[in-house]
């Protein structure tokens, strides 16, 4: 007996939620010739959790009652010998066991002793109860009932219902697990649904801001166009004598030169909203440097300066020349009439790393400090004609190498450092 119950406590205790622990041991218990029922406390009641017995029986009581065992409840202070288990934590073994017919008379009016003349229930007044704990607590009992059964049972049954108290300890603590696992999923997925709803309306958000710049920008050189198509129009309608040609033509360049402003605007938005990606190749940086040196020349506020020999870096040449060009321009609209932008070039390490870096600095009046968090924002400006995608550029272009960006800023002007790994070093 204590053996073929140790052996089924082995069993019961590999399962993994509180019905399978429950009816593991119901089926064990029956397949050894005995019955078994299993009451829960829940507040002050008595809740039938699993009841195995003969299907037969279980299938006539049922149908008496006309629906489920399981679930049925009733008082617990009105089953003494259940209070006794439970309450004074108490084994108890008795020939004249009435516990469950006992519970069915309170839950349901119904006593099944009417149907105990059937041969496969005889014997059933003899059992053994013994208390479930669960954490320590009193979780419910377990009746074993056979007509076998004497009080030496009683201590392997009782070891039998601490086994099942512990497995339903471990099932209860993975349903609550997995429940939470649920609730997690559950938390992941509406997390994720209102980062998608946040993005869109961001989307939409810099969409409106692009419109108002789109249309802000264009105003001007729009109002000019209007303005020149018109004066040509009265000119060939009224017209007027060959010595004004020369107003004419100045009205055909003016809309001639915003014209091509408007191009210039729509491209950059156009290369903003759908950036190519970086054609990246192993190469010095000299020439990119060259290049804006030579763009920014005619302005004569520009000084380049290189720290000695530049080892080679992945770049894109025409890319990083638009940055550093974003940020000369940027320094030189900062400037007074005698300032300087310098753009110096050299080299570093940071821990085992080389990079190339390339300093743009001014000696302007600095970012105020109050908008210096949003600088790098597409379409942040606070210029009247800018369309603050300058430093956006630099930003993606500079990420895009794989490449750090830092700004620092005073009264006595900004530097703008940007810093690429350098290759095979
Ligand atoms: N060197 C600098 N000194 C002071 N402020 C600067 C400097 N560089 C950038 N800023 C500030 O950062 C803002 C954003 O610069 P960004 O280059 O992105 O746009 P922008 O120059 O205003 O317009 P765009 O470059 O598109 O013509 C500027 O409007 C300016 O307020
Ligand atoms: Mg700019």
Redo the contacts with the bound molecule.
Sequence with gaps: MIAALSELAAEVQRKRTVASVLETAGRGVLRLGMRLYAFQVSGEDLVLHSLATARSRLIAIEGHIGRPLRGLRAPISSLPLASEVVRARRIIHRDDLDLFHSFMREATNFDPASLDASPETAGINNGVLAPIFVRDEPWGLLGVVSPTLTGNDADAVSLFATHVGSALEVAESIETLEKTNRELSTCYAELARAQAELIERERLGALGELAAVVAHEMRDPLCVLFNSIGGLRDFVSSGAPPEKLADATAFAAMADEEAARLNQIVS?LLGFAHPHPPALRVGSLLPVLEAVASATAPDGRVRIEIDGELPPVELDALFLQQALL??V???L???AKDGT?TVRASTTTVGSDTFVCVD?S?D?????AD?RA??????????P??????????KRVVDAHGGRLA?E?GKR??R?GVMLPAVGK
């Excluded at 302007?364 to 105020?368: M, S, T």
């Excluded at 949003?374 to 210029?383: D, G, Y």
């Excluded at 004609?385 to 630099?394: E, I």
């Design positions: 950059d974003n940020l321009l940027n320094g609209q900062a400037i932008v743009v001014d302007g009046p600095g970012i105020p908008v949003s600088i790098f924002e597409p379409f942040f400006t606070t210029k004609s800018g369309t603050g995608l300058g430093l956006a550029v630099v700004v800023s002007g900004t703008f």
